[in-house]
């Protein structure tokens, strides 16, 4: 009875895959899988490109691994860089430029449906904002049209995203790494 006890409280969640947003078109991209991400990868910036919906994305992940001296990974840009607006602007998020152990840990979307085609309907990502574990706020990217979503796990940092894009960002999934 005590050990059962134990095994119910005790939680061996390494990893944990975030909901999925938005709709799968668009052209997938994992970087852990391109890049060969470990645990001991996370996002130290994140640059997006945005008007009235999140144009492009892309992630620069560092490692935490003392043993491992290797440069930031540039993830793969997906989305278009500004084809459809004039007024496109191109930011970038440093999560960790105040402190090397800060992290990612909350993300807000604002989530759109838009038409590709005349009878096609998608739902994009049109908006986003990132939160740190020292209570630093990222700027609000994007519109807050649409339906707006939360993801955070206590106890957890995000570790990388999965992104779906073709003109703009249409699907995110975050993976996030206990702490």
């Given at each position: 009875?005590?050990?059962?006890?134990i095994?119910?409280?005790?939680d061996?969640t390494?990893?944990?895959?975030?909901?999925?947003?938005?709709?799968?078109?668009g052209?997938?991209?994992d970087d852990?899988?391109?890049?060969?991400?470990?645990?001991?990868?996370y996002?130290?910036?994140?640059?997006?490109v945005?008007s009235?919906?999140?144009?492009?994305?892309?992630?620069i992940y560092?490692s935490?691994?003392?043993?491992?001296?290797?440069?930031?990974?540039?993830?793969?840009?997906?989305g278009?860089?500004g084809?459809?607006?004039?007024?496109?602007r191109?930011e970038?998020?440093?999560?960790?430029?105040?402190?090397?152990?800060?992290?990612i840990?909350?993300v807000?979307?604002?989530?759109?449906?838009?038409?590709?085609?005349?009878?096609?309907?998608?739902?994009?990502?049109?908006?986003?904002?990132?939160?740190?574990?020292?209570?630093?706020?990222?700027?609000?990217?994007?519109?807050r049209?649409?339906?707006?979503?939360?993801?955070e796990?206590?106890?957890?940092v995000?570790?990388?995203?999965r992104?779906?894009?073709?003109?703009?960002?249409?699907?995110?999934?975050?993976?996030?790494?206990k702490?």
């Amino acid at each position: 009875m005590f050990i059962e006890s134990i095994f119910y409280k005790l939680d061996l969640t390494v990893i944990k895959y975030g909901n999925i947003f938005g709709d799968d078109g668009g052209y997938s991209t994992d970087d852990s899988k391109m890049f060969r991400l470990t645990v001991f990868h996370y996002i130290s910036s994140i640059s997006i490109v945005w008007s009235d919906w999140i144009t492009s994305m892309e992630c620069i992940y560092s490692s935490s691994n003392p043993l491992n001296n290797e440069p930031p990974k540039s993830g793969v840009v997906r989305g278009s860089v500004g084809i459809y607006s004039n007024n496109y602007r191109n930011e970038t998020f440093n999560v960790t430029e105040r402190n090397p152990n800060e992290r990612i840990n909350r993300v807000y979307m604002n989530i759109n449906v838009g038409r590709d085609y005349p009878k096609v309907s998608t739902r994009y990502i049109v908006g986003i904002q990132f939160h740190t574990t020292f209570n630093r706020t990222s700027p609000f990217y994007g519109s807050r049209q649409g339906q707006l979503y939360m993801e955070e796990y206590p106890d957890f940092v995000l570790g990388y995203v999965r992104r779906g894009a073709h003109m703009h960002i249409e699907r995110l999934q975050f993976i996030w790494y206990k702490v």
